[in-house]
């Protein structure tokens, strides 16, 4: 098992531009979750998703937008990258809410 | 909305314990987690303890769970080299759907 992967692993754009990071996981899980992580401040929850088709706001969503067409699948997007989105951005999934998170190795991108 | 605070930073010698602490503030917790982040890595979990329990011990690790308090710790016992890493005290609860909210880490650095 691959457990959670994250592509890419580093990007670097330009303000204004957008892109997609894509969270896959094999361990067939029902909840995923997208984080960011910055210095000093820990990991906080940008969107989450409960199943296939299913979204929700975490704690810092604004400028971010997820889909979840597939179970395994857990996207998050950027329309307009802004300077303040630079970041290392984790994804997550979980067998239930509560339960022990899996990471992926996480995506390092810079805003310029 | 809730917290979960952490010292920053913390170093010892090798071979020394470590104790590593956490105060969080959601009195409905009902699980609270260690986590170990390794250099460019994502979140490893290390272990847990549910909110009923007041302590529990895993080969070198030692958690311990104050409730009235709100206070969680992670002891480490003959600290290696090998766990210098950042570590994540992390809780969840019913109020929260379940979601974790993260401490901002703690940075171990072990010396030989």
């Known amino acids: 098992n691959a457990g959670v992967t994250q592509t890419p692993k580093f990007r670097v754009l330009k303000t204004g531009q957008s892109m997609t990071l894509l969270c896959a996981q094999d361990m067939n899980h029902e909840y995923m979750y997208w984080y960011r992580q910055d210095p000093g401040m820990g990991l906080r929850l940008i969107h989450y998703s409960v199943g296939e088709g299913t979204t929700a706001k975490g704690e810092v969503p604004d400028g971010y937008n997820v889909s979840r067409l597939k179970k395994q699948n857990f996207l998050l997007g950027l329309e307009s990258a802004a300077p303040s989105q630079t970041s290392v951005y984790f994804c997550?999934?979980?067998?239930?809410?509560?339960?022990?998170?899996?990471f992926g190795p996480g995506t390092r991108l810079t805003v310029l | 909305g809730e917290d979960v605070e952490q010292s920053l930073f913390l170093s010892v010698r090798e071979g020394d314990s470590s104790v590593i602490n956490c105060t969080y503030t959601?009195?409905?917790?009902?699980?609270l987690y260690w986590y170990k982040q390794e250099p460019g890595a994502g979140l490893q979990l290390l272990t847990y303890i549910f909110s009923n329990m007041d302590m529990k011990q895993d080969q070198r690790l030692t958690v311990l769970l104050n409730k009235k308090d709100k206070h969680l710790s992670l002891r480490i016992a003959d600290t290696q080299t090998g766990d210098s890493a950042i570590y994540f005290c992390?809780?969840?609860?019913?109020?929260?759907?379940?979601?974790?909210?993260f401490g901002q880490g703690t940075e171990l650095s072990v010396k030989p």
């Open positions: 992390a809780e969840s609860s019913y109020n929260q759907g379940g979601k974790l909210i």
């Open positions: 997550a999934s979980s067998y239930s809410h509560g339960s022990e998170q899996f």
């Open positions: 959601d009195s409905s917790s009902t699980y």
